[in-house]
Every structure is written in C-alpha cells, then in structure tokens.
C-alpha cells in the first residue's frame, strides 16, 4: 500500500507505542493517541517519523469528537487502548468494574470508530484493527478448542479476569459486525490476539510477557492488509488463526 494515515489509540506507551512507531519507521504518518497530553508529546518524540500527537480518552465523549474533530483523512485506525482491572473471577467480580471495563475496551471502541468512520471512508484501503486478547477465545475458555493456536499455548480454563476476558469477547464480536457492515465499502476489519506481553497491562504481563515488538508486529501486518486480504478474523500475532 502507498503511505497510510493511520491512529493507534492508547498508544503513549506499551504494545500500542509499538505498534505506532513500527508504521511510522515504514513511512506512515501516526496519530499517537493519548489521554494525557505530555505522555503523547513524549511518545511521540520517542517514535519519531512522522508521529502526531492526538489527545484522546476513549471513554470521553467529549474527547473523542474533538480528537475526531482533527482528523479529515485516515486509513488505518488500530482500536488498542484497553484495561485489564483487578482479575477477579466470575462471581467475585464487582458489577462497577465490569462498567469500568467495558466503558474502555468496548464501549470506547465503538465511539472511537464510529466517530472516525467518516475520516475511514474517504480512504482507498480502509483498515480497522481491534487488539483483543487470546484469553477471550469463548472455545479456549471452555476448554473446547482445537487447533495450532492452542497447541502451542496452554491455556487452561478458568474463570478469572472475567470482567476483562468478557469485555474482549464482546469486542470479537463487535469485529465481525463491523467487518460484515462495511465490506461492501472496501474495509478490513479484523481482530488480533496479541500474545502475553511485557507491558505495564497487569502485574502477569509485566513479569512474564514476551516482546511487544512481536505482537505489534502482527497489528501492522494487519493494518497494512492488501485488498485482498481477510476480513472479520481472529489472529494471533503471529498470523496464526485464533478460535473464537
Ligand atoms: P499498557 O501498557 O497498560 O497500555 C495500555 C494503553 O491504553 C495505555 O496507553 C493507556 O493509557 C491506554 N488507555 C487506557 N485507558 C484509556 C482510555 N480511557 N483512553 C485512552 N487510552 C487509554 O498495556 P498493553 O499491554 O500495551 O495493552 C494494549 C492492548 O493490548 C490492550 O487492549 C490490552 O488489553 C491488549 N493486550 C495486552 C496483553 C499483554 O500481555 N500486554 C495481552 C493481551 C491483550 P495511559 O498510559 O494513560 O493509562
């Protein structure tokens, strides 16, 4: 594909940092979106390239129309802002942060990307990529999955991080309705699963997760999708098809 314009929300620091600044050492203009100001000046000083600054909460109505408000042209927005809370199990979770939690990693997407649709739709090659989370799979978690992607993860079932592993398999579904909704408009809506990685997401990711280089990896193969590419997937980082 030509230069892009993409977005990455979230992306001051962690694998949504990464993933901004993998597209713009390819040449992309970068929307480095930030609830804080001063962190998105610092990330986007850190990634360089042609990396902007874009203030943007998810969950702030107010926020997203303005942040929205700056951008007339966009081809790839990568929805990676997310929480993970306090890992409770189902049935010990408190119902306001399952709210807390949802109002980021699902309602926030799709404030996100139905206010940047109209900046989307002016583009040639439109992409969406959702970063979502292996631990959503619903056949993973019930222990009925088969297949490479679990071959090489074991993942047993359990019922913790319910709020959290429940938000993202609500933005799994989300992904195919999008993707089904805006096919015939050319779009790639697609969602990745990024791998356990070293972030400051939850206390398990920062000791034992991998490279977020790897997983960002994956989210730019799949913003740089060609127009032949799938829509409406669940993939790993590494390209490996996920369960539902
Ligand atoms: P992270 O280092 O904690 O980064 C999360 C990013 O989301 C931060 O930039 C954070 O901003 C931002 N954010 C949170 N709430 C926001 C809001 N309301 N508005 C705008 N930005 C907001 O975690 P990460 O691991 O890079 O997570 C990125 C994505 O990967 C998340 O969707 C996460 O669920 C997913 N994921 C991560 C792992 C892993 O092992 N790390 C595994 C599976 C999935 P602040 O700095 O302002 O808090």
New binding site residues.
């Given amino acids: 594909m030509d230069k892009s314009i993409a977005l990455v ?9 990464e993933i901004a600044r993998q597209l713009a050492a390819e040449g992309h203009t970068v929307y480095v ?4 100001a001063a ?1 998105g000046e610092r990330a986007v000083a850190e990634i360089g390239g042609d990396a902007r600054p874009l203030l ?5 109505a107010r926020s997203v129309a303005a942040a929205a408000s700056h951008v007339a042209a966009l081809d790839i927005l990568v929805n ?5 809370g306090d890992g409770k199990p189902a049935g010990e979770e408190d119902l306001t942060e399952y709210r807390r939690i949802y ?3 699902v309602f ?1 997407v799709v404030a996100v990307t139905d206010a940047f649709l109209p900046a989307l739709r002016r583009s040639a090659h439109p992409r969406i990529v959702n ?5 959503a799979s619903l056949a993973a978690s019930g222990g009925h999955a088969t297949g490479s992607y679990l071959a090489s993860r074991s993942r047993p079932a359990s019922g913790a991080f319910a709020a ?1 592993r429940s938000s ?1 398999a609500a933005l799994n579904a989300l992904t195919v309705l999008y993707a089904n909704a805006l096919a015939a408009d050319g779009f790639k809506v697609n969602v990745l ?9 939850n206390a ?2 920062a000791a034992n ?1 991998g490279d ?1 280089a790897e ?1 960002a990896a994956g989210a730019v193969r799949l913003a740089l999708l060609p127009d032949d590419g799938p829509t409406g997937q669940f993939v790993s980082w590494d390209g490996t098809p996920v369960p539902w």
């Fill in positions: 929300s979230g992306a001051n620091k962690g694998i949504g940092r979106g930030s609830r804080d962190n943007l909460d998810v969950t702030d990676n802002a997310g929480i993970s109002e980021t990693n926030g970063v979502s989370s292996g631990t959290y993202k699963a990024p791998g356990l990685r070293r972030t400051d997401l398990g990711a997760g977020p997983a």
